[in-house]
């Protein structure tokens, strides 16, 4: 006889589960609110299941800890790519001269004046990306808050909530 009773907990609890992942976070305290008031094992494994999502929905709302600047980590891909590109193209290009005329010395395929050239090849690239960047994704326009239409107002509140929580200044 103990067996369906612990099956139908087990479906209780499956069912409640579930449903705590569609609720709204304001729907969510409510029952938070509501099962702390109850008393037994049962409720207990509802106030587990209740704090587990909250847990794991404040676990989403935190901004990654060590994420880097979209146009900084955006430079520093294209100055890498250019260096990696730029780098054989030299040596090869270096090579190439050193064997057909015969008379350059294989230390000035390595000298001061093809690193020099490579970094100008990496800053001109880097700078070549921003501007295609640039380009394709223009500056944002101002716009005043009372042109705003219902879901950009909400937006807006949205974002500047999200800002407060993170302890920014709007």
Do not use: F, N
């Not at 900084?72 to 260096?83: E, V």
């Not at 000035?108 to 970094?119: E, K």
């Amino acid at each position: 006889m103990t067996t369906p009773t612990a099956l139908d907990v087990t479906a209780v609890l499956d069912r409640y589960r579930a449903g705590l992942r569609t609720v709204s976070d304001a729907e969510l305290e409510r029952r938070a609110a509501t099962v702390a008031a109850l008393p037994g094992r049962l409720a207990d494994e509802l106030r587990h299941l209740v704090d587990a999502e909250r847990d794991r929905r404040q676990a989403a709302r935190r901004p990654a800890p060590s994420t880097p600047a979209p146009g900084r980590s955006r430079a520093l891909r294209a100055a890498a790519g250019t260096a990696v590109a730029g780098a054989p193209v030299a040596v090869l290009a270096g090579r190439a001269l050193a064997d057909y005329a015969g008379q350059v010395p294989q230390a000035l395929v390595y000298s001061p004046a093809v690193a020099a050239g490579l970094v100008a090849v990496a800053v001109g690239g880097s700078r070549l990306a921003r501007w295609i960047d640039d380009r394709r994704h223009p500056l944002a326009v101002d716009v005043d808050e009372a042109d705003l239409d219902p879901y950009g107002k909400e937006l807006l509140a949205r974002v500047r909530a999200q800002r407060l929580a993170r302890g920014e200044v709007c």
